[in-house]
């Protein structure tokens, strides 16, 4: 957390629909990046026509694309993993660079870096893509039937209960299918599964223990709520969410985060609360008066992501980031609960 600009990129990971921590996260972003974008996606696969369900109906890729514009939440990644270059891509992350974090497979020519909510449509008409992948973002009508006219646009899936709550299982299906790829995307998707399972099997003291996730910045708390993917992370651990997120869930309206007060940062509390910060240092977190006082951090069950790499990887939502958060932050989970 979506560095200047990148600071605000990465309040979407608090709150793309929220007023304060997240459209004003969401902002910024505009077009940029080194000259003539990544490689062009050719060869990308064999299984053509492909069509993809969307929130706007299917969307049927003719032939394999060659110039791919990644626009959504960690579909640059999806790609990558997949083998495929973007020619342009969104940094939701602020990664900075090409864009995408280090747990991801680099880049032969760099993708022109584009805005994230405020998109130049322009810039990417510009690219001449025969393809835009935008699975997670915020669904909008005018955002799908402006890229749409431009070139075909996987839009987010159907029947999403939160903006961005496009699951990494759903990203990695749809994008390998437009790309042709179906059966790579099964695959990964298959691997990461058994990981879940392996993890599980591992710690059974996750299962059905309730969580928290939430988030900081700049004085800000806020809860994640279930369809985003950092408590569907947890959640496909064996946690469930707690009454209160469960409560805080109703409030959401159709956002994948819930604003706190101060005096609210209590509903956090249960039998594991996960927070970091956003472009801030971990110590408010550490310090602060009312979190200190919860059942969780009195009881040593209050995990901290203070390193950015392992909150980026648990905030990322795709395959290969999901992966690097199972590796980084599963065993910082066990040991706030073991005894």
């Known amino acids: 957390m979506p560095r200047p600009a990148g600071a605000v990129r990465r309040l979407v990971l608090a709150a793309c629909a929220v007023v304060l921590l997240a459209l004003a996260a969401c902002g910024g972003g505009g077009a940029g990046g080194e000259g003539g974008g990544g490689a062009p996606a050719a060869g990308v696969g064999t299984v053509f026509p492909?069509?993809?369900?969307?929130?706007?109906?299917?969307?049927?890729?003719?032939?394999?694309?060659?110039?791919?514009?990644?626009?959504?939440?960690?579909?640059?990644?999806?790609?990558?993993?997949?083998?495929?270059?973007?020619?342009?891509?969104?940094?939701?992350?602020?990664?900075?660079?090409?864009?995408?974090?280090?747990?991801?497979?680099?880049?032969?020519?760099?993708?022109?870096?584009?805005?994230?909510?405020?998109?130049?449509?322009?810039?990417?008409?510009?690219?001449?893509?025969?393809?835009?992948?935008?699975?997670?973002?915020?669904?909008?009508?005018?955002?799908?039937?402006?890229?749409?006219?431009?070139?075909?646009?996987?839009?987010?899936?159907?029947?999403?209960?939160?903006?961005?709550?496009?699951?990494?299982?759903?990203?990695?299906?749809?994008?390998?299918?437009?790309?042709?790829?179906?059966?790579?995307?099964?695959?990964?998707v298959a691997a990461l599964e058994d990981r879940f399972r392996q993890a599980q099997v591992a710690n059974p003291q996750f299962v059905d223990r309730t969580v928290g996730v939430g988030a900081f910045f700049g004085g800000q708390w806020g809860a994640y709520v279930p369809g985003d993917q950092r408590m569907d992370l947890m959640t496909e651990l064996g946690f469930r969410p707690s009454p209160q997120i469960q409560q805080l869930a109703t409030q959401a309206n159709g956002s994948f985060y819930v604003t706190l007060s101060g005096e609210q940062v209590s509903q956090l509390s249960a039998d594991l609360t996960v927070v970091f910060p956003i472009n801030a240092s971990a110590d408010p977190i550490r310090t602060d008066p009312v979190l200190s006082r919860t059942p969780a951090a009195q009881a040593g069950h209050l995990v901290v992501l203070d390193d950015q790499t392992t909150s980026d990887a648990f905030s990322s939502g795709s395959v290969p980031g999901t992966r690097a958060a199972l590796e980084r932050a599963v065993p910082l989970f066990a040991g706030a609960l073991t005894p």
Request: proline share 9%; aromatic share 8%.
């Open 50 to 188: 492909a069509t993809v369900d969307t929130a706007f109906g299917p969307v049927t890729v003719p032939e394999a694309p060659q110039r791919i514009v990644a626009l959504g939440w960690s579909d640059a990644e999806t790609a990558l993993a997949l083998g495929v270059e973007p020619v342009g891509a969104s940094d939701w992350l602020g990664f900075g660079g090409t864009g995408v974090g280090p747990w991801s497979r680099g880049y032969t020519n760099p993708p022109v870096i584009l805005g994230t909510t405020q998109l130049d449509y322009e810039a990417v008409a510009a690219l001449r893509p025969d393809l835009i992948l935008d699975t997670r973002s915020s669904g909008e009508r005018q955002r799908y039937d402006t890229l749409s006219r431009i070139a075909p646009t996987i839009a987010p899936p159907p029947g999403l209960t939160a903006a961005y709550g496009t699951s990494w299982r759903q990203q990695m299906t749809m994008v390998s299918t437009a790309l042709g790829k179906p059966d790579e995307g099964a695959r990964q």
